[in-house]
């Protein structure tokens, strides 16, 4: 019988255990997708600001060649 008790407390322990650990799993999977969002985010915002210059730059190419420069 004690051998049974034995088992069971090692059991709880073992459930305790495993408990902790999926609640601190589950923090650090919350940390890493907020992470993701905002890498994702400052991505797309930076997308928008290459887009922004590639415009620009086509445009000031536009320019040199209407204008009949050849050197930048």
């Known amino acids: 019988m004690s051998g049974s008790i034995a088992s069971y407390d090692q059991l709880v322990r073992q ?7 999926n609640t601190h799993l589950r923090r650090e999977l919350e940390d ?12 797309s915002d930076m997308k928008e600001v290459l887009k922004h210059l590639q415009g620009k730059l086509e445009q ?6 209407s204008s009949g420069q050849t050197e930048v």
Do not use: D, G, Q, Y
């Open 60 to 65: 000031e190419a536009r320019v040199m060649v």
């Open 32 to 43: 890493n997708s907020n992470h993701l969002s905002k890498l994702e985010n400052e991505t």
């Open 15 to 21: 459930v305790e255990a495993l408990k902790k650990e």
